[in-house]
Nanobody, 123 residues
Framework: QVQLAESGGGLVQAGGSLRLSCTAS????????IGWYRQAPGKEREFVAA????????DYANVVKGRFTISRDNAKNTAYLQMNRLKPEDTAAYYC????????????????WGQGTQVTVSS
C-alpha cells in the first residue's frame, strides 16, 4: 500500500505561480513513475505531467507545456509540480499518482492516488 499526500495548493492570481508537492509513505517511491493529474468541476480528470524513476524523462500535456515543470527528489520521497504563468483554466483539484507502466498518460495505469490539492486561479 502506498499513501500519497499532495500539498501546496491554494488561491493565486492569473500569471502567478504555485509549487505542488507529493510525498509518499514508502521507501519504494524511487521505483515508481510519478504522474500529476487534475480535475476541474464538471470535467473528467486529465493528465498533466509525468516523470520517470530517475527523473531523466518527463512528459507534459500540451496545455501546460512550457509553464509547468515536474521534478522529484527520491531521497525525500517527494515529487513536485512547479506551475508558472497560471491561468484561470488551470483551476482544478490536482492529484499525484504512481505507476510502473510506461503508458503514463492512461489514468487506468496508475496504482495509487493521493487525495488531491485544490488550485484556484483568479482572473
Amino acid at each position: 500500500q502506498v499513501q500519497l499526500a499532495e500539498s501546496g495548493g491554494g488561491l493565486v492570481q492569473a500569471g502567478g505561480s504555485l509549487r505542488l508537492s507529493c510525498t509518499a509513505s514508502v521507501h519504494t517511491f524511487s521505483t515508481y513513475i510519478i504522474g500529476w493529474y487534475r480535475q476541474a468541476p464538471g470535467k473528467e480528470r486529465e493528465f498533466v505531467a509525468a516523470i520517470t524513476q530517475r527523473g531523466d524523462v518527463t512528459d507534459y500535456a500540451n496545455v501546460v507545456k512550457g509553464r509547468f515543470t515536474i521534478s522529484r527528489d527520491n531521497a525525500k520521497n517527494t515529487a513536485y509540480l512547479q506551475m508558472n504563468r497560471l491561468k484561470p483554466e488551470d483551476t482544478a483539484a490536482y492529484y499525484c499518482a504512481v505507476t510502473y507502466s510506461s503508458s503514463w498518460e492512461r489514468e487506468a495505469e496508475y496504482d495509487y492516488w493521493g487525495q488531491g490539492t485544490q488550485v484556484t486561479v483568479s482572473s
